[in-house]
């Protein structure tokens, strides 16, 4: 597969990410006490956000110019961040009617997020996990590629704290949140 079609465009011929069970330890559990920078420059503490709270967690997004790693199109559910920000982004209006906050997760840094965040114009905090301290705590799935390794792609729908929808494997990443507006 070519890394050639734009970043806010998903290939046709994309491998589709199979449920390999990693996910299915997550509802039911509490947010820990775990602090993640965000984008905004502030930490948030994620065991102590009140009210609904979604959290898409995705790999990483690219950036334009740079390539992205070899492969990339041909790991199921790995192509798609920039398209799943995007339709948060515009289906945001609607999403805060009906939640306290929306996140998106990666193991990028934050000053890589802000890129991001300001090229698109997310009206949405993005957190860092970089040091992988939610992902060792809740034990979120990852791969590896290039040496990096990554968060698999899921969605969580928070409650007061409590993790009660997750939505894994997700594909294709731009109708992600179609699933969370049907779930809340």
């Not at 070519?2 to 390999?20: A, H, V, W």
């Not at 997550?26 to 965000?38: A, C, D, F, H, K």
């Not at 950036?63 to 920000?85: F, K």
């Not at 060792?136 to 409590?162: H, M, S, Y």
Request: hydrophobic share 35%.
């Amino acid at each position: 597969m070519s890394s050639n079609t734009s970043y806010l465009e998903l290939p046709d011929n994309l491998p589709i990410p199979e449920n390999d069970g990693a996910a299915a330890h997550l509802i039911g559990l509490t947010l820990p006490n775990v602090r993640l920078e965000s984008t905004n420059g502030d930490f948030v503490d994620l065991g102590e956000l009140p009210g609904t709270n979604v959290f898409f967690c995705y790999p990483m997004t690219g950036v334009p110019g740079v390539p992205l790693p070899v492969g990339w199109d041909d790991i199921p559910g790995a192509r798609g961040c920039t398209p799943q920000a995007c339709s948060y982004r515009d289906a945001y209006p609607t999403l805060e009617e009906k939640v306290n906050r929306i996140f998106g997760v990666s193991t990028q840094s934050s000053a890589y997020q802000r890129e991001l965040s300001e090229r698109l114009e997310l009206p949405y905090e993005i957190l860092s996990d970089e040091n992988f301290a939610l992902q060792i705590a809740l034990c979120l799935p990852t791969f590896e590629v290039a040496g990096k390794k990554l968060l698999k792609r899921l969605t969580l729908i928070i409650r007061d704290g409590r993790i009660e929808k997750v939505h894994y494997p997700v594909f294709p990443s731009n109708k992600d949140v179609d699933w969370v507006l049907g779930e809340i």
